[in-house]
């Protein structure tokens, strides 16, 4: 009798979204029968809601506000968009991205599939009955029960909410429920200041159709990066004609006929904001652990409400995490190389340890802004010596010819004789292509003068970076005293003094 008819797996994967669908196809790469258990889509908040579908939106808008610019030598003349048509443009791009991994898990299930392994995908949801096994429930009933050598869970996250706002998905929405817009709303309002609420800021800023406002209770914008960053892009959400309230939190909303009345706080002082369309709530995001049971299985939820997995993505001996469950930052690539990862050292082929030190990220503004490793906020914050270089875009040649010079490159590096690169942010055009220049060279631990020693193509947007490790070793060909404003170079160190944490 086959594994997968006793119901018995090596592997059982709970959540089909980036994580559990990558960690599936290693398991199958290595010879292993998995069973993937979903109660929702396939492909997750990932494919449905955030990365895939929010990205799709935003170079539907890049592309409208670069058609709608002047002083190109073209305009187009009584460009319009139609919500509707932008949505099913959204939407088709989700289903072909669903397809792909639905007729991936059918190739190979086990009635498909003569190689070694199998995939047997199950629609339900998981609840564990025990360390070893798993009951599928759907429709509130019990179909069968599932056991496996080991277990991973993947069950992503869902939208924070907020006390006394009622989501109804028509007038208050989460980022899970901005496709069922039926229009543009004339009047936006977004609370929330991170990465999600500032990409939607620019999404339905730079359609044009829609006046957006953001509140923000805090005195900066993306208040985890360094303040050029977060100035430079609260500049450019403001040029965009976002309106930004800062140290602003909400306190009531009323449904009228023809719209919301919002009453906000600000600065200790209570006005009435007078009707908006809609409001978006983006206040961070929450992991998926009810209805696991995962007290049957042992498991104990940290302080911080996501599962204490260790730095091999495991929480017992037999049982992994993956993506948002877990404490890292919530990315794509995080869940899918941490699933990846997971299932290696499961049967114990992994070569490397996991590194996070190294995973970049791209937050879609306008212009966009890449990061990987740390910026000088955290370097302060342990105390590391660094020096920092930053070379504006204005003075590479392809952001001339794109006529795009708006961003800067910056990177960071230990101060010391080896000067491994310890982080870099990019704002600017083609800013998520050339980060990973610098992911791979961070990867390789090797310091800026071993890097230098390659010559990059010309003209591109990785010249900046070029120039910009160049500065840190006094060789630019453009200098800081010609471009103070613009070439800049400076270093930080701890003040010396008792350790405040050996008390």
């Known amino acids: 009798m086959p594994r997968s008819a006793s119901l018995h797996f090596d592997v059982c994967i709970i959540g089909c979204g980036p994580g559990g669908f990558a960690a599936a196809m290693r398991a199958l790469d290595l010879g292993k029968h998995v069973c993937i258990v979903e109660k929702a889509q396939v492909g997750g908040a990932g494919v449905m809601w955030g990365a895939l579908a929010s990205k799709t939106m935003w170079e539907l808008a890049k592309d409208f506000d670069v058609a709608c610019k002047t002083g190109r030598g073209y305009q187009a003349e009584s460009i319009a968009v139609d919500y509707g048509a932008l949505r099913n443009t959204v939407l088709t791009a989700i289903r072909e991205k669903q397809e792909q991994m639905r007729s991936q898990l059918k190739a190979f299930s086990p009635e498909k599939w003569n190689g070694p392994g199998s995939i047997t995908f199950k629609r339900g949801e998981g609840t564990f009955i025990s360390p070893h096994r798993l009951a599928l429930i759907c429709g509130g009933r019990l179909q069968e029960e599932i056991s496996a050598d080991f277990f991973l869970i993947a069950t992503g996250a869902k939208p924070r909410s907020l006390r006394d706002v009622a989501v109804d998905q028509k007038r208050v929405l989460d980022s899970d429920g901005i496709l069922r817009l039926k229009s543009f709303p004339r009047r936006l309002m977004i609370v929330g200041a991170g990465i999600v609420g500032c990409e939607y800021a620019t999404i339905f800023s730079n359609f044009g159709q829609t006046e957006v406002v953001i509140l923000d209770h805090q005195d900066q914008i993306l208040p985890f990066e360094d303040p050029d960053i977060s100035h430079f892009v609260s500049d450019h959400l403001r040029q965009n004609n976002v309106n930004i309230m800062h140290a602003a939190r909400l ?7 023809d719209g919301l009345e919002i009453e906000i706080c600000q600065s200790d002082t209570r006005f009435r904001f007078i009707k908006v369309d809609a409001l978006l709530l983006s206040i961070g995001r929450v992991p998926n652990l009810s ?14 409400g996501r599962l204490p997995a260790d730095n091999n993505c495991r929480i017992c ?7 948002d469950v877990t404490a890292h930052p919530a990315l794509v690539n995080l869940a899918e190389t941490e699933g990846r990862y997971a299932v290696k050292h499961m049967y114990g082929v992994n070569r490397w340890p996991l590194r996070y030190d190294n995973m970049s990220t791209v937050m879609f503004f306008s212009p966009p802004v890449a990061a990987v490793g740390l910026n000088e906020k955290q370097c302060r914050e342990q105390k590391i010596a660094y020096r920092v270089a930053s070379y504006a875009n204005c003075l590479v040649n392809r952001a001339i010819a794109m006529r795009s010079v708006d961003g800067f490159v910056k990177i960071i590096v230990g101060d010391d004789e080896e000067q491994k690169i310890l982080g870099m942010r990019a704002a600017g055009p083609q800013a998520s292509s050339t980060i990973m220049t610098v992911a791979m060279l961070m990867d390789q631990d090797k310091g800026i003068r071993d890097v230098l020693k390659s010559v990059h193509p010309h003209p591109t947007m990785s010249e900046g970076i070029q120039e910009c490790l160049r500065l840190l070793v006094n060789k630019s060909i453009y200098k800081p005293h010609a471009f103070p404003e613009k070439i800049k170079v400076r270093s930080w160190h701890p003040e010396p003094g008792p350790d405040p ?3």
């Open 501 to 503: 944490g050996a008390a």
């Open 317 to 323: 001996d037999h049982i992994y995490a993956a993506g």
């Open 251 to 257: 306190c009531h909303i009323e449904s009228k006929s």
């Open 291 to 304: 209805g696991l049971g995962l007290e049957k299985a042992g498991i104990k939820v940290a302080e911080n």
